[in-house]
């Protein structure tokens, strides 16, 4: 069953992961892990699995834990910006589709990744931005913390009930969940991982989105701060 609120006259909102969910990244990052892992000598098969569990400083911990954390973030943040310049990118059939249909206002971005770097994967995959993006340096504590999608809807002077998270990951799944929000699993994220719904992919998943978030609610109501 799905737990979906009811209309009652407010505004939903739709809050997206990213990398994974609106758009295919993953070669993109397997090929980060694997030059950074190469750089200090590691396995970078190892290396990508517990990269995908934790964010990239329990990664280090890890991997290298008698590698200077600084340097390790440093060198992993230059090959990812390097990535987003010269990386193949394509967003996932549909995605263009869905943010261009969603009312302007109503929909954000909460990932784990840094802002300019989603900027850059936008503009070359041609997919809209939208007024707020939470990301990696907004937070203390990211998924599976509740912290992301709490601070987006804080943002947003949404309800927790009123929002609809969209994740590819069980971390981003979790996230959404302990934030109390209702959460569709798209691209793999099985609905054995908690999710209210699962699709297989996010093209069988627009039309629901579309129809959870109505082209015209009341004006005024939760506007962005």
């Not at 209210?196 to 609610?217: C, K, Q, T, Y």
């Amino acid at each position: 069953m799905t737990s979906e609120p009811e209309w009652a006259g407010r505004k939903r909102y739709v809050l997206f992961d990213v990398d994974g969910t609106l758009i295919d990244a993953v070669s993109n990052q397997r090929r980060v892990w694997a030059t950074w892992a190469e750089r200090y000598g590691l396995d970078a098969d190892e290396v990508y699995r517990v990269a995908l569990r934790t964010r990239p400083v329990g990664t280090f911990a890890q991997v290298a834990p008698d590698r200077d954390p600084g340097e390790c973030l440093a060198v992993l943040h230059e090959l990812e910006d390097e990535d987003v310049r010269s990386g193949v990118y394509a967003a996932f059939d549909g995605a263009s589709e869905l943010l261009h249909g969603l009312p302007p206002g109503s929909w954000a971005l909460v990932t784990s990744n840094y802002e300019h770097r989603v900027r850059g994967r936008f503009l070359r995959t041609g997919l809209p931005v939208p007024e707020l993006i939470v990301d990696a340096a907004a937070v203390d504590e990211g998924k599976p913390s509740p912290e992301p999608y709490a601070r987006a809807a804080a943002a947003l002077g949404a309800a927790p009930e009123d929002c609809l998270v969209i994740e590819d990951a069980p971390s981003g799944v979790r996230s959404g969940l302990s934030a109390g929000m209702t959460v569709w699993g798209v691209n793999g994220a099985t609905a054995a991982e908690g999710a209210h719904r699962h699709f297989a992919d996010l093209r069988e998943a627009v039309p629901h989105i579309l129809a959870w978030a109505p082209s015209n609610p009341p004006a005024g109501i939760g506007r962005p701060a």
